[in-house]
Every structure is written in C-alpha cells, then in structure tokens.
C-alpha cells in the first residue's frame, strides 16, 4: 500500500503534466478559402477551392508535427461565408487564422505570392465601431505572423505584408493573414500551382513560417 | 453621428430602391437616355491596371458634361467597363467582359453607390490583387472626375454585399485609402 499510493501519485501527475502540455498545444485555424457555390478563381484545369482544401489539408499534419494543433474551417466542398468564418474563429479562439488562397490579377506579369494582415489603427478611436476596435488589438500578433510567413516564403520588398480591409478580417478577434500563395494568371503560375511536388514544397514552407510564429523557442532552437 | 445614420438611412432607402429588380442601364436607353447629344464635351481622365507591370495606367475619354452629374457618372462607368481601346495596350481591362452598372446614386455628401449585377460580379477573375484592381480604378475614376465622389458603396442587386468576390470588406464604403 505505501509502494502503491506514491506510485498512483506518480502516474496521475504524469497524466496531468501529459493533458496539460496537450492543451497548451497552440490552436491554428486552417481556412481553405471559397469553396461550394463560390469556386474562387477558375482556370483551365485549376479550381482555386480546391487547391485551397488540398493545401489545408497537406499543411495540416506538418503543423501538427510541430506541436500545434490544427482545425480547419471547412472539410470538403462546402459552402462558407466569411462572416461565418469569422464566427468560427471568434468561437474557436485559436492562436491564429490562416486563410489560404490562390490569386488572380489583371497583368499577367504578376507573380508570387502576397500575404494580408488587418489595418493596424488605434485602438481607442472614439469613432471606431467596437468590433473594429477589438480587431486592432490583434493587428500587431498579425503582421508579425505575416512577416514570419514572408521570410518561409521567401518575399522581399519593401512592403511584404500589406494591411488591407477584408471580409475575413471584420469582427475578428484573433491575430490572421490570408495567404494568396501564386497568381493564376501567370502561366507559370497557374503551372505551379497545378504541380503536387510544389505544392507540397509551399506546406513545408507555410508550416515553417507559422511554426516560426507560434513556437518561437522551437524556431530559435532550430536556429 | 446624426450624418451617420441620415447616411445609413439613404443607403437603406437606396438599397430598397435598387432590390425592385432594374435592368442594366445603356447609354442612349429610350428609358434613360444618359444625354442628348447637344451637350458640350469635356474630357474624362480612367484609371486601369497597367498591363506591363504592377500598378496603373491612365487614359483619358470624352463624355457629354450634362447638367446631371449623375449622369456624367453613369457615362464615366461604361466607359470604365469598355476599357482600354486596341490602341492603348499599355492598359488592361478591370472589369470582365459584357460588364454592366444597375444604378449609381451620389448623395450630395461625398458617397456614390454603384449597384452591380450579379453576373457582373461572377465575370471578374477572383483573387484578392484583381479585386483591389477594380475597386481602385472604378474609385479613383469616379473620384477624379467628379468631386463629388470621396468614397463608393458598392452593391450587388441591390443588396450591400459582404465581399466582391469573397476578399474585401464591402460592408462599408471604400475610399481609395482603404486599398
């Protein structure tokens, strides 16, 4: 009896420290952009919801590797506004939201990918309505994410993170980039974003640059 | 905050207005003819995307300078919606093709509310870069042109939408600061 309880005791503190490094897990949100009705942009051969999932769920299990936890928005071909995207996150409270996305531009010489945080602003501006004072207080979280994700991208410039009012970003109380990964409208573009080994190549660098961001002392150790 | 909801108001009005279901408008219609002809010209300056490298592009148009200034903005719209001619091929397109205007509506305090169609919509490429495009050239070609014009609502029949096409905030109205 006196071996046993301190064994018991050894064996529940184990489980507790276990459930608790589990649950301090961070959360990521994985949003595949459009999909259902809104196809998001078409080209031959190349429907933009479906890249979207499929990088999703390629990125998934990388992060998880990391040591984050992982939801995604939408599972499969489903209808999804971005206010009810929103919702979600704003339910879910996860460390961050990343949207991902494939784009599309007038020129066909556009290149790269782009990545967009919300408008930084103050965050006691009287005329302000509150949701968008609340979504400010995470503008700072969100530009350092897209910058993390910037440097895995490899993107230079002097703006590689460029703020801008979207949908996805009204009301929301989490820090969140939306990713638009290459241009469509670029043949070689377009040709990538087709390819499986590239894409497979963009998860490993996405999962870098949030890991980066989310895990600050793994980067560090990796370093 | 008074300005506020008069403004909220008007647009309420305005989307009640648009929501009864009007056609396409085109210029010359025997409905609404845009101008008469015997109007004196003036010369418009539009906005487009560059089609060599990032940015934009301006090319300029002559309208008719009716006494209706709303009319001259539904002129600056479809002549915006034509896009460059196969002369200027330093410009490109920002709307898809068979693009159309429902209505536009200028509230005399620096708004302008285009209704689109939906099928205008739909015949845009996507993309959050393409959908900036569109809204800075049909914003900065309203705005320079008519000083009446700071910030644009837009709607899609008649309906304040929550996005173009899935990316930017269109719950408010957008000045060029906000792209």
Known sequence: ?223 | MRARALGLGLLAVLCCVTACGRKAAAPGSAHSPLYTGQEPKRTVRLTLPGSQQAGFVYVDRQIYATASVVNQGKQILLALMAGPTPKEAQATPCFGPAAAYLELYLDGKGLAVVDLPQATVDALPGGTSAEVATLYCLIRSLGQNLPQVGRVQLLIDGQVPESLRGHLDLQDPLSLNDL
Request: some cysteine.
């Open chain 1, 1 to 223: 009896m006196r071996r046993t309880l301190p064994a018991f005791a050894g064996l529940g503190l184990a489980l507790w420290g276990l459930a608790a490094g589990l649950a301090a897990r961070p959360l990521i949100l994985l949003d595949a952009g459009h999909g259902g009705a809104d196809k998001g942009v078409q080209a031959p051969g190349f429907s933009e919801s479906e890249f979207s999932l499929d990088l999703a769920k390629r990125l998934a299990p990388l992060l998880e590797a990391k040591g984050l936890d992982v939801q995604l928005t939408r599972e499969d071909d489903q209808d999804l506004s971005p206010s009810a995207r929103v919702a979600l996150a704003d339910d879910l409270r996860p460390a961050a939201l990343v949207s991902l996305h494939a784009n599309a531009a007038f020129q066909a010489t556009a290149r790269g990918a782009r990545i967009f945080v919300p408008a930084e602003g103050p965050v006691d501006e009287p005329a302000a309505p509150l949701w968008e004072q609340a979504a400010r207080l995470q503008a700072p979280a969100s530009k350092a994410l897209g910058l993390s994700l910037a440097r895995a991208l490899g993107l230079g410039g002097p703006k590689p993170v460029q703020s801008l009012k979207l949908a996805l970003f009204r009301g929301l109380a989490v820090p969140a980039c939306v990713v638009e990964c290459e241009f469509t409208s670029h043949p070689q573009g377009l040709a990538d974003l087709k390819d499986p080994a590239w894409r497979a190549a963009l998860a490993q660098k996405l999962a870098s640059g949030i890991g980066a961001w989310a895990l600050p002392a793994e980067a560090a150790h990796a370093r």
